[in-house]
């Protein structure tokens, strides 16, 4: 028994294979470049080269494309965010009672009280502290980013940076460079202004409490998570899998469908070898005007998308 999970975002799209203990298969990090249909298949067609002798029994999707996502693939469980990265930090450690998930473009944080979801916030309209600003800082600086957070360690006299502002944060850095500030002590700056940002905005209000999840790419930038336990005084995990658990709360979840209705609705990995066109329009039905996509798969309608009224969701 294998179920699928596939987690579609702005930056990434994630595709999880596990079986029925759980046990994680195979899984892919594939860039969605603004083309999530194609990175769909993308991850299909290598499921497909290497794993066609075996029967795929659900699938579940999650992230900001999982409605789109389901409709291509057929998805027994489509769930926000909140709720996949919850249930796949639960199957890790049923005491985890704080989430902190920092995305490409978006950061979010996840109160957990006795394995429910008691709170949650969510950051998607501001730079600041999400993966591509620190992706951009570090190209700026022509330093690796799988190296970013190293440099914040070797500080021994971080700077304060203006993190309140993608914008600032970065002109800040600048001045402190111009000013002949050492690399380590401007990145170790950023990291703790990046976190203080976070807990201002993200977190306000929220009651942080052990044990600490810290889930989502960034989750692998020791920088950042040195200055999260810093200015929380407690100890943040990075789980293994920090960087899929969208896609394994999907499979989970897909997993949990099926075993209560009995059936799946997942269509297959032929979806690698589909031609997909997709095609907008402007719905005159009421005052919204509505602009509508329309997605075929070889010529047949699968979906519609972008009304407000579901007017054009039955296809």
């Known amino acids: 028994m294998y179920y699928l999970g596939v987690d579609v975002g702005s930056v990434s799209t994630d595709i999880v294979l596990i079986n ?3 046990d994680i298969i195979e899984k892919f990090y594939l860039r969605t470049k603004g083309r999530p249909i194609s990175a769909i298949q993308q ?31 057929g998805a027994d469980a489509v769930k926000n965010e909140i709720t996949a990265h919850a249930v796949a930090a639960l199957e890790i450690d049923k005491d ?9 473009q978006d950061s979010k944080i996840i109160i957990l009280r006795n394995g429910v979801v008691m709170d949650f916030a969510m950051n998607t309209v501001c730079a600041a502290g999400t993966g591509s600003f620190i992706d951009r800082q570090a190209e700026r600086l022509e330093i690796p980013i799988e190296d970013f957070g190293d440099y ?14 993608a914008v600032f944060a970065e002109s800040d850095m600048i001045h402190k460079q111009q000013l002949g500030y050492n690399e380590s002590d401007i990145i170790r700056g950023l990291c703790e202004a990046l976190v203080r940002n976070y807990l201002n905005n993200v977190a306000k209000g929220k009651e942080i409490s052990p044990k600490i999840f810290f889930q989502g790419g960034v989750a692998a930038n020791i920088g950042i998570k040195t200055a999260f336990e810093k200015a929380l005084g407690y ?13 394994i ?4 979840l897909a997993k949990t469908s099926v075993e209560k209705t009995g059936k799946s609705n997942f269509k297959g990995l032929s979806l690698a070898d589909s031609s997909f066109q997709s095609k907008s329009f402007e719905c005159n039905g ?30």
């Open 20 to 22: 029925e203990n759980l």
């Open 43 to 73: 991850g299909f067609k290598f499921l497909k080269e290497k794993y066609s002798h075996i029967c795929i029994n659900g699938a579940g999707t999650t992230g900001s494309g999982r409605h789109i996502s389901s409709a291509l693939i």
């Open 152 to 165: 914040a360690l070797k500080s021994n006299n971080p700077i304060r940076i203006a993190g309140r502002c």
């Open 286 to 315: 009421c005052s919204n005007n509505c602009e509508v996509v329309k997605i075929q798969e070889n010529s047949i309608p699968v979906g519609c998308f972008g009304d407000r009224c579901g007017k054009w969701q039955v296809v």
């Open 96 to 104: 985890v009672k704080t989430i902190i998930e920092i995305g490409g």
């Open 249 to 252: 709360g999907a499979a989970i």
């Open 235 to 247: 100890e943040v995990f990075v789980p293994q899998n920090y960087n899929m658990m969208g896609a």
